[in-house]
């Protein structure tokens, strides 16, 4: 089986790489090797590789840049897994694709489930939900995991950033009003290649589709950091702000040029009714990460 990767050097695609090898040849490209945002070159890719499995892992994730460049969120998050789907269903491939939280308009406090209603506050978040949508339509041997929060052991992230300012600053003001479950990049590489395996054994019967997956239950940026500045702590870190010295701040206070959902929390029990599972709570898959970049 050969399996066609894009965004490998991400947090996600950095743990794909490892967690896909078992299942066959890994052709991994990042965005140097092959631009999504440029029709031609994708297509010239997928020509060249012929693959039997496409994980899309590549995705423009410049939240507040969109805002300015929606043309560009458009092209990589919605139409290159549009491009991908046509190949799929023209060659008999199967394409996994990874969506964000950032597709509802986050109302409530209550988890959203596959089934709630849509409505993204940004232009990132609208070409996540194009992009969806492009591919359910393409071809319906799609695997679309909706996830939050996403933090890995390598790459930038919120807790890298926490921790760098942490050690430089007396105190931080983070928002505490946004919810949502960090989800640890391994882990979703890990569910990755445990569906595939499924998949590819068995295609007929096998329940391709859209399904939320994350960490389980839910923390606030401002809970969150200070989870990441207590582990520092007791690693003995140098810190000169500790977690008693992150202030809770609401958004209103922290304005950025794209609106966030202040709900992120994803019902995930669709995907672990489906396939059997229990996902893990976020504490752990943030502690083990932690444990590798602290």
């Not at 959203?112 to 319906?140: C, F, I, R």
């Not at 890990?190 to 595939?196: E, F, I, K, N, R």
Request: charged letters at 20%; a negative charge.
């Amino acid at each position: 089986m050969k399996i066609l990767l894009t965004g490998k050097n991400g947090q996600l695609g950095f743990e794909l790489q490892r967690a896909l090898a078992p299942l066959g040849a890994v052709v991994a490209v990042d965005s140097a090797e092959c631009d999504l945002s440029n029709e031609k070159a994708l297509r010239q890719l997928l020509s060249e590789t012929e693959p039997d499995v496409i994980v899309n892992a590549a995705a423009y994730t410049a939240v507040d840049k969109a805002e300015a460049q929606p043309e560009v969120a458009q092209a990589v998050n919605a139409r290159a897994p549009a491009i991908m789907g046509e190949f799929a269903k023209a060659h008999g491939a199967i394409v996994v694709h990874y969506s964000t939280d950032y597709v509802f308009g986050g109302e409530g406090d209550q988890p959203h489930t596959e089934s709630d209603p849509t409505g993204p506050l940004n232009a990132y978040g609208q070409s996540k939900l194009d992009g969806e949508s492009a591919l359910a339509a393409a071809v319906p041997e799609h695997l679309i995991m909706r996830t939050s929060w996403v933090v890995g052991a390598k790459g930038h992230n919120f807790a890298r950033t926490m921790l760098d300012l942490a050690q430089s600053r007396d105190e931080l003001k983070v928002v505490s009003d946004q919810w949502g479950a960090p989800t640890s990049a391994a882990l979703l590489a890990d569910l990755t290649a445990m569906l595939l395996r499924d998949a590819t054994r068995d295609r007929q019967h096998f329940p391709f589709g859209l399904y939320h997956v994350t960490a389980s239950g839910a923390t606030n940026w401002c809970d969150y950091a200070r989870f990441v500045i207590e582990h520092a702590r007791r690693e003995g870190v140098a810190l000169k702000a500790l977690p008693e010295n992150v202030l809770a701040i609401p958004s209103e206070a922290y304005p950025t040029a794209a609106r966030r959902p202040k709900n992120s929390r994803l019902d995930c029990s669709h995907f672990e009714s489906t396939f059997g599972l229990k996902l893990p709570g976020w504490q752990a898959g943030l502690t083990h990460i932690l444990q590798q970049i602290v």
